[in-house]
């Protein structure tokens, strides 16, 4: 009888650079979920997933890749895209502007000149781009924005109730922000409906893998790698990149777009995507924050896998 010596199962180089990040970082104990949400105070803070999604549709992950949380913030950037196939580039322009603030997520700024928010990764912008989102009352506009997650996710996904109504009821900085918005013409008379639109979209459940393969649409020129469906007409990816990569990681995203080079987008209760344009989507959930609102963790990632196999947009082969 012969014994075959054990080897290893082969390990792919991507799902081994994920295994070593995860455990960088897994110990890594600064900040805190955010609080001011009083439904995510709840999270855990030791859940830490990451994922990656390749435009040819290959997925690898690590840690808490299943843990469903809110998207948040990370939403901004979907609905941007809706508002623009909704209306188109300057028509979309004209409410709202494409400026970096070096302010933060919920400041109440509007530009002085056109009264237009700053842009759609604030949450002026995005309450201004979700009113924009098309439809007859309430419901219709809900299901067309919950058409157009699903289109990025590949999956249908729900709006945590509990959430949505925490924000609904706690939300008072975004209510004056969107009156605000009413009083010089940004939005139309729908307030309570497109704030209440918004919070859901703010609410909507996903993992690390739906961030993802979100991501990677983007990166694969709008169409979903999984599945092939075209999320976005590919003519708005690039306003929407644009748009993440000066605006969106708060006001964290100077330093971001120089240290990382890549456009990505975070949210409060611990999100992160990044696009690697032509190649790939990482998704990752980690609830601490930083004092600026970005997930501890999740940045940490980035710059580390940037730096170690540059990814930076604007990286250099030095030339021998
Ligand atoms: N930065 C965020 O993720 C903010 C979204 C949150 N729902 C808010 O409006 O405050």
């Known amino acids: ?13 991507i799902q081994e650079v994920l295994n070593q990040v995860h455990e960088k970082y897994r110990s890594l104990n600064l900040g805190t979920p955010a609080t001011y949400i009083p439904e995510l105070a709840k999270t855990d803070p030791k859940l830490f997933g ?20 809110t998207i948040q913030s990370i939403s901004k950037v979907f609905v941007h895209g809706l508002a623009l196939e909704d209306h188109g580039r300057e028509q979309v322009l004209s409410k709202v502007g494409v400026e970096p603030t070096g302010d933060a997520f919920n400041a109440i700024v509007l530009d002085e000149q056109s009264k237009r928010p700053y842009n759609p990764m604030v949450n002026a912008g995005a309450i201004a781009t979700t009113s ?66 918004y919070f859901q979209q703010c609410s909507l459940m996903v993992n690390c893998c739906d961030l993802a393969t979100m991501a990677a649409t983007l990166a694969n020129q709008g169409k979903n790698p999984r599945t092939g469906v075209q999320a976005v007409p590919s003519r ?20 971001w777009a120089y240290r990382v080079g890549l456009p ?16 790939l989507g990482l998704g990752i959930f980690s609830p601490p924050l930083d004092e600026r609102g970005n997930s501890v963790r999740g940045v940490k990632v980035c710059e580390d896998l940037s730096e170690q196999f540059g990814l930076h947009l604007f990286e250099c082969e030095e030339r021998s």
């Open 264 to 279: 990505a987008k975070s949210g409060v209760s611990g999100g992160l995507m990044v696009v690697v344009p032509g190649r």
């Open 132 to 197: 924009l989102i098309k439809g007859q009352g309430a419901s219709e506009r809900l299901n067309r924005m919950l058409a157009m997650f699903e289109r990025y996710i590949g999956h249908e996904s729900y709006i945590d109730m509990p959430t949505f109504m925490s924000e609904r009821t706690t939300g008072f900085r975004n209510r004056a922000m969107a009156y605000l918005m009413r009083n010089f013409g940004m939005i139309d008379d729908r307030i309570d409906e497109s704030l209440d639109l």
């Open 1 to 13: 009888m012969t014994i075959e010596p054990i080897t290893a199962p082969d390990v792919h180089p």
């Open 50 to 69: 990451i994922c990656i999604v390749t435009v040819d549709g290959e997925q690898f992950s690590v840690g808490d890749a299943e843990q469903l949380f």
């Open 236 to 255: 708005y990816v690039r306003d929407m990149l644009s748009v993440m990569y000066m605006c969106g990681m708060y006001n964290y995203s100077g330093e």
